[in-house]
Structure formats: C-alpha cells, structure tokens
C-alpha cells in the first residue's frame, strides 16, 4: 500500500510535538496549536504540491509563533548562557530537514522534534 506523501509529510511535521515534550509545553492547548498548523498547511500543500517538503519546517514556526503570542518566546535557546533569553530559530526558514538554530551563537542546536 502507498502512503500519500502528503500524509507522510504532515506525520512527521508533528514531531515538533516531541519538542514540546521535552520542554514541558505540550499541554492539551498547545497541541491543539499544533494541529491547527497541521490543519492549515494540509491546504497550502493541496495548493503548492511541490512545497511538501517544507512542512515540518513551516509547521515548526507556526508552532512558534502561535506560542509567542500566547506564551512568549520557545524554545528558549539552551546555548547562550548569558544576556537576554531568546528562543531558537528554524533553519532554513523554507527548506527540508528543519534544524533548531541559536541564531546568535550560530549553532545549530537539535534538528526538529529533537530538542532534549
């Protein structure tokens, strides 16, 4: 049996779960969040096919963006240490395999849905 690469793609967009996990934040709001992303980049793959590869990366920053506006920054970057706490960034902003980057240090840090 086929798997529709679509699906695949939106399955493995939902390991930002497991960051969310390993951060203390997956409550039942926060995954309704995530769902919500799932949910409205299920219709732009539908529109843009060739964009599927980009899911888990978009996802990952609408995540993050809903949480800024409801929570404050996530995830907190772990390498910087010292000044103003900031949250990672996703790399590349629109490409596959999204990484968790400490744009400051210029680390990456975990790829997506394997922060600890």
């Not at 995530?34 to 219709?43: I, K, L, S």
């Not at 409801?70 to 490409?95: F, I, K, M, N, Q």
């Amino acid at each position: 049996m086929d798997v529709d690469p679509l699906e695949q793609a939106l399955h493995a967009a939902r390991l930002v779960l497991a960051d969310l996990t390993a951060r203390d934040v997956a409550d039942a709001e926060v995954v309704s969040l995530v769902e919500e992303a799932v949910r409205e980049r299920r219709w732009w793959v539908e529109q843009w096919p060739e964009g599927v590869e980009y899911v888990a990366g978009l996802i990952a920053q609408d995540v993050q963006d809903a949480l800024l506006e409801r929570y404050g920054r996530w995830p907190l970057c772990p390498v910087c240490t010292s000044g103003e706490p900031h949250a990672l960034d996703v790399e590349p902003e629109l490409g596959p395999d999204p990484h968790w980057v400490c744009g400051k240090a210029g680390v990456v840090v975990a790829p997506v849905g394997g922060l600890r």
